[in-house]
C-alpha cells in the first residue's frame, strides 16, 4: 500500500485506483511506487490549415478540441486536446512565458477552494498531473494560471474537463515542447 504522502500525491494525479490495483505488481517490483503512467498515443497530424498568423504560432479551437501549430503557409500540425469545463473556458490572445520539463504542480487557491483534498504541491515526476512537459501562458507580462501541459492519463483528452488548461497526451506535449519557443504567441478561440 503506497504512503500517505504519496496517496494524497497519486489522488491529485488522477492516478489512485491504478495504484492500488496494481499494488501486487507494486510490491513485486519492490521500488514502494505504482507503474509508471503511460506517455498515450501521438494524436498529432499535419494538416492544410489557412490562417494569417505567423509560423511558430499556436491557435486552439475549444469547440474541436483542437491545438494547431502554424508550421507555414497553409499548414499546421493539429494536436488533440481537452478544453476548460463548463465555467472555466476562456478566449483571447496571449504567449508563452517559459516551458517547463516535468514540472511541478502548485494548485491555484482558487481550485485548492474548490477542491480542499488537492495538496499544496505536487512534485516534479511521472505521476504530476501537468505530466511530462509545461507551457505557462501570460497576458501583458502576467501569469494567467493557465498552462498547455501533458496527462498521465491519455484518456484525459479529448473532452471539456480541465479548469481552464489545455491538456494534450504526454507523447504531444513533448513533441509540442520542443517545436515552440517562449515568447510564441497563442490565440485561444
Known sequence: M???NLRTTLAAAGLIGIALASACEVAMAGSGLPPLPAM?????KAVVFETGEQPGTIIIRKNEKALYLVTGQGQALRYQISVGRDGFGWTG???IASKTEWPEWRPPKEMRARQPELPAMVPAGPYNPLGARALYLSRDGRDTLYRIHGTNDPRGVGFDGTSGCFRLT????????????????????
Open 2 to 4: 503506497p504512503s500517505a
Open 40 to 44: 498515450g498515443p501521438s494524436l498529432r
Open 93 to 95: 490572445t496571449v504567449k
Open 170 to 189: 504526454n507523447t504531444d506535449v513533448i513533441d509540442l515542447f520542443k517545436r515552440v519557443s517562449v515568447g510564441a504567441k497563442v490565440v485561444v478561440e
